[in-house]
């Protein structure tokens, strides 16, 4: 596609339910990266995909939080037993490379209830 | 440690006053990357600029420039005659893109 593609743009659940959340990066860009931002806060990053592979996962804050990537397109962020403290807006950019600028998706909106 | 940090929460000015955002910054890396976004309203955030760390030249676009001094750790970030479109949050990242600072809320008042 033409830009970053993230669905769902909002998402309410309850506490302690599954939530996936997907990523459609431009076409060709071998890297990948989910943050999230709060409000009023910067975008804190999870973790870095090149290709099929996690590069860097040391920003997610605990095991309930995993990323794929299997065919190095697409990634999907998953969140388990989901807690009220992980509301948020989930941003997912993909890059040409590591050191390339980023772009960035609409964002998923996370309230977790 | 990796650290960004805008020390500057909010800024107001008025249309066609200068601003300039700071950014400082700490890092283990020998060589990296630095980057400003800007993220107005409506909420996506927008490259404005990538420097390499061997890079100390500064840069002009338009009405941005930015001033990269390795020796003080900062990337500050310029923009003269504001204009209400200017108004946003603007965001300094390293190395990499993988620390962001809490940004800076600029409101250019008309």
């Known amino acids: 596609g033409a830009g970053v593609s993230q669905t769902p743009s909002n998402k309410v659940t309850e506490k302690g339910k599954y939530v996936e959340l997907r990523c459609d990066p431009i076409s060709g860009h071998t890297a990948l990266y989910w943050y999230r931002q709060s409000l009023g806060q910067g975008p804190e990053f999870l973790i870095y995909?090149?290709?099929?592979?996690?590069?860097?996962d040391s920003g997610l804050p605990n095991d309930r939080f995993f990323a794929v990537r299997p065919e190095g397109s697409v990634s999907t962020l998953k969140i388990q037993r989901t807690e009220r403290g992980d509301s948020a807006v989930y941003l997912c950019a993909s890059s040409t490379g590591p050191s390339g600028e980023l772009f960035f998706g609409e964002g998923s909106r996370l309230t977790v209830l | 440690a990796q650290k960004v940090t805008q020390a500057q929460t909010e800024i107001s000015v008025v249309e066609k006053e200068d601003v300039t955002l700071d950014c400082v910054y700490e890092?283990?890396?020998?060589?990296?990357?630095l980057f400003w976004y800007k993220q107005p309203p409506s909420g996506e955030l927008v490259f404005l600029i990538r420097?390499?760390?061997?890079?100390?030249q500064n840069e002009i676009s338009g009405r941005y420039s930015w001033n990269f001094q390795k020796s003080t750790s900062s990337f500050n970030f310029t923009i003269t005659a504001s204009q209400v479109v200017d108004s946003a949050v603007y965001f300094c990242?390293?190395?990499?893109?993988?620390?962001f600072g809490t940004g800076t809320r600029l409101t250019v008042i008309p």
């Open positions: 990242a390293l190395p990499n893109n993988l620390f």
């Open positions: 995909f090149q290709g099929t592979g996690a590069a860097d």
């Open positions: 890092t283990r890396d020998t060589t990296y990357y």
């Open positions: 420097r390499n760390s061997f890079d100390e």
